[in-house]
């Protein structure tokens, strides 16, 4: 197996395998520049000196695959954002921080969009998610248990030894 980067040509390899998938989203638009990871894993059919197949894999390797290479999976990361509110409890009424909070919101959202975001994620802390979750819902935020969410903390390649 290899892994090297995407290609156009892979495209229709991807609308396939997402489709046998089965997962009710559609396929999202690759050529969006929030994609800034696009890594395929296809058979590597490079003859050894046996004449057998020899596995590789070389991920970040930017050749583009021969249409004889099948495509088995791929890796796709699209940049988000997550938010942080900082917003001094000290300070004003409820209600001023309320409207405060709505003056920085909208300027916020407008702000991400120019810059090409489509999407914000919050994670609220336990002891404000029921109170707080009631307000910005009202802001248009959703909270989205559909799926499951995951976070993998990245730490440096020279700490991480694969075998």
């Known amino acids: 197996m290899r ?3 995407y290609t156009e040509s892979d495209l229709e ?3 396939a395998i997402h489709s046998a998938q089965g997962f009710e989203y559609p396929l999202p638009d ?3 520049p929030l994609f800034v990871t696009k890594l395929i894993l296809s058979e590597d059919s490079r003859l050894s000196s046996a004449g ?3 596995a590789a894999s070389t991920a970040g390797a930017a050749h583009p695959a021969p249409s004889n290479k099948k495509i088995i999976g791929a890796a796709l990361l699209r940049l988000t954002a997550e938010a942080y509110l900082l917003l001094d409890p000290k300070v004003g009424t409820p209600r001023e921080r309320w409207r405060w909070l709505l003056q920085l919101h909208a300027a916020t959202e407008r702000d991400a969009w120019q810059r090409g975001l489509e999407d914000v994620h919050a994670w609220l802390p336990p002891p404000i998610a029921s109170k707080f979750g009631k307000r ?3 802001l248009g935020w959703n909270r989205d248990d559909t799926w499951t969410p995951y976070c993998k903390r990245l730490t440096s390649p020279k700490n991480n ?3």
């Open 3 to 5: 892994v090297r980067e």
């Open 13 to 15: 390899a991807l609308r």
């Open 30 to 32: 690759l050529n969006n």
């Open 52 to 54: 057998g197949e020899e």
């Open 136 to 138: 910005i819902a009202q």
């Open 161 to 163: 030894s694969c075998p």
